[in-house]
């Protein structure tokens, strides 16, 4: 009956996260428009963020509980299953033809980020005798690269944004254009602001209720949090961004489906367990080496397949279906040795 309860807990916190999330960003959004924000920047801040908040709640409350492994293990979890799994699967929908810029400076930007996480948290590495703990410095080096990160992005898409772009770019521009418009028109600054805080009051709920039931969980099945977090923790806190890159991929949008994995992975990594380090100082206890080897390998992993001396850089179903397989092998790989 207990896991019944723990279960449920976990399936309600989810669903209100999500729709949390929905609120919050939409609120967010409207109230932005309104001020005269520019839809460029709210799409780069508040909407890319809006998909980040279920990954961003779950590791902050799980470091105010000072369970670490829930907050550490959550983001792992979340980037090992945004490239491999996220990609694997909008590659299995339609080959993605990646452009030279995302090769040669996104990939490498995303493998950065999670390669400098596993550099702070490997203290024993460089010290011995001490643990492996993201500490309150860490993280502010984390949050600093993060801001780095937003600064050069919004100055390289406001330098960007007069140059020709596809259709599919235009369309998504015109109605995100639209949908503020007429959300502005129908919503007064204080209904706008009612739909943030109350998207934040069931992130905030619903962060506890899913924290709680993962905890229970794990106890009734004699897991440890860790491998609750990265498993099904980090595949529900992603299903903003699963359902964007799908939708995308649908589409034909490649640049959606590659920017949505690559600021996920990159606001997971340096903004999320940044900010969460320095609320509590995160041991890297259930966390092992591997997982975090196994984040850094998916990111080599996937910027070394755009590489096959072909003319395009291109994923294709064939190459999906690979990093979903390795998706699967690391899930049973976590079954068997935790």
Known sequence: MELFLDIVFFAVGLTLIVKGADWLTDGAANIAHRFGIPT?????????????????????????????????????????????????????????????????????????????LLVLLADNLFEEGVSNTLSRGDGLILMGLFLMFMYYTVWLATREKKKKRSQWEIEEHEE???????????????????????????????????????????????????????????????????????????????????????????????????????VFPLPMSGITYTDMLVQVGAAIFFWIICFKGKKRYVITRTEGFIMILMQVAYYVYLVVNK
Do not use: Y
Request: overall charge negative; some cysteine; hydrophobic content about 55%.
């Open 40 to 116: 460029l920047v709210i799409g780069l801040t508040i909407v890319a963020i809006g998909t980040s908040a279920p990954e961003f709640v779950v590791s902050m409350l799980g470091a105010i509980h000072k369970s670490p492994d829930i907050a550490i293990g959550n983001v792992v979890g979340s980037n090992i299953f945004n490239i491999l799994g996220m990609i694997g699967c909008t590659a299995m929908i339609s080959p993605i033809l990646l452009t030279r810029n995302n090769v040669l400076r996104d990939l490498p930007i995303m493998t950065l980020a999670v390669g400098m």
């Open 176 to 278: 995100l254009e639209e949908k503020l418009e007429s959300q502005t028109k129908k919503q007064s600054v204080w209904l706008s602001v009612l739909l943030f805080l109350l998207g934040l009051g069931c992130l905030i709920g619903g962060g506890e209720l899913m924290v709680d039931g993962a905890s229970g969980i794990a106890r009734a099945l004699g897991v440890s949090d860790a491998i609750i977090a990265l498993t099904i923790v980090s595949i529900g806190t992603s299903a903003p961004e699963l359902a964007t890159s799908i939708t995308a991929a649908r589409k034909g949008d490649n640049a959606m489906a590659i920017g949505n994995v690559v600021g996920s992975v990159v606001f997971n990594a340096l903004l999320i367990l940044g900010a969460s380090a320095l």
